[in-house]
């Protein structure tokens, strides 16, 4: 049973930073995508930044301020969230799936999701 537990969500004012976790187990971890997406109240969940290795996909949003990384040793993979804006509050989640993209219908398992409050 593919699992994955996000973590490292909070409150930070605008222009600070945080670092949002996210682990993996019960699969091969090489063997899928993992990626981060966002939903704020109102709004569609849309996709952040995913990891394929060596390549990157990042939404226009957050491109130069977000950075996904994977340490493969503990099958977690990171999100560095810089200069943060009023409007990447919402719940944070990370999903894995077998396509390396930013729809979120191509992808199979999700976390629970971790709250990120960005006041301005």
């Known amino acids: 049973q593919v699992q994955l537990v996000e973590s490292g969500g909070g409150s930070v004012q605008a222009g600070g930073s945080l670092r949002l976790s996210c682990e993996a187990s019960g699969y091969t971890y090489s063997t899928y995508y993992i990626a981060w997406f966002r939903q704020a109240p109102g709004k569609e969940r849309e996709g952040v930044a995913s990891s394929g290795g060596v390549s990157t996909l990042y939404a226009a949003s957050v491109k130069g301020r977000f950075t996904i990384s994977r340490d493969n040793v503990k099958n977690t993979v990171y999100l560095q969230m810089n200069s943060l804006k009023p409007e990447d509050t919402a719940m944070y989640y990370c999903?894995?799936?077998?396509?390396?993209?930013?729809?979120?219908?191509?992808?199979?398992?999700w976390g629970q999701g971790t709250q990120v409050t960005v006041s301005s």
């Open positions: 999903a894995a799936g077998r396509v390396f993209t930013l729809d979120t219908a191509a992808f199979d398992y």
